[in-house]
């Protein structure tokens, strides 16, 4: 069974940090993984898919790397900002149809 | 085109009764599906349409949900006799056939009072 894991679970920085998620998976057997942003009581907002035969995807300050092989993925925020408040979470596509989500991370930029 | 849309966004219900949410997928879009979420997790998967053909359930839905599309459009999403353990956001998304990104409505959070 698939396993999804995100750490931080939560993360306060002060506006214009550089700063990485963390996302974990136990199946390599994944067909993309997807970052995700949620703001509070809203629905979600795909940020970045990235196919599992590519290394990373960039959009803006945005960046999100894939190592498939190690189960493991990363979302780097440069030059952070209070809108990038909201909580951020990584889904893996194993082909069974559904997303697999890890429980987030919740991320406060302190103006 | 407006994306993915879910009503209520908010229902309050007492303990054992029915409820009903609906969800408009984007137009075009064979696939749908369901998730829940409660607080502090992330979304879990609870079962999903192609077309009007429901292909696969989660554990998680009990006897007490059901779930259709009839006409391979809209969704509904029922729950008989709400427990307060029932109480999450609950979550539509639909993607095209053949596409990678599954876009998502914004929630219908249920409170089992």
């Known amino acids: 069974k698939q396993e999804v894991t995100q750490i931080p679970a939560a993360l306060s920085v002060p506006e214009g940090e550089n700063l990485v998620l963390n996302c974990s998976f136990t199946?390599?057997?994944?067909?993309?993984l997807q970052w995700f942003r949620q703001d509070p009581g809203k629905g979600l907002t795909s940020l970045l898919l990235i196919q599992s035969s590519q290394r990373e995807q960039t959009s803006g300050r945005l960046n999100a790397s894939l190592d498939k092989s190690s189960g493991r993925s990363t979302l780097y925020i440069a030059a952070s900002q209070p809108g990038d408040s909201a909580t951020y979470l990584c889904a893996v596509d194993t082909g069974r149809r559904a997303l697999t989500f890890g429980s987030g991370t919740r991320l406060q930029v302190q103006p | 085109d407006t994306g993915v849309s879910q009503d209520p966004r908010h229902k309050i219900t007492k303990r054992g009764q029915n409820v009903t949410f609906r969800c408009d997928p984007i137009?075009?879009?064979?696939?749908l599906y369901w998730y829940r979420q409660t607080l502090g997790q992330g979304p879990e998967f609870l079962t999903y349409f192609q077309n009007e053909a429901q292909l696969e359930k989660s554990r998680l839905l009990s006897d007490r949900f059901s779930a259709e599309r009839p006409k391979g459009s809209f969704s509904t999403l029922e729950i008989q006799r709400t427990e307060q353990g029932d109480s999450a956001m609950y979550l539509c998304?639909?993607?095209?056939?053949?596409?990678?990104?599954?876009?998502f409505g914004a929630g219908t959070r249920l409170s089992v009072l």
């Open positions: 199946d390599s057997a994944i067909y993309n």
């Open positions: 137009s075009e879009h064979n696939r």
């Open positions: 998304a639909s993607r095209l056939e053949g596409a990678n990104i599954q876009y």
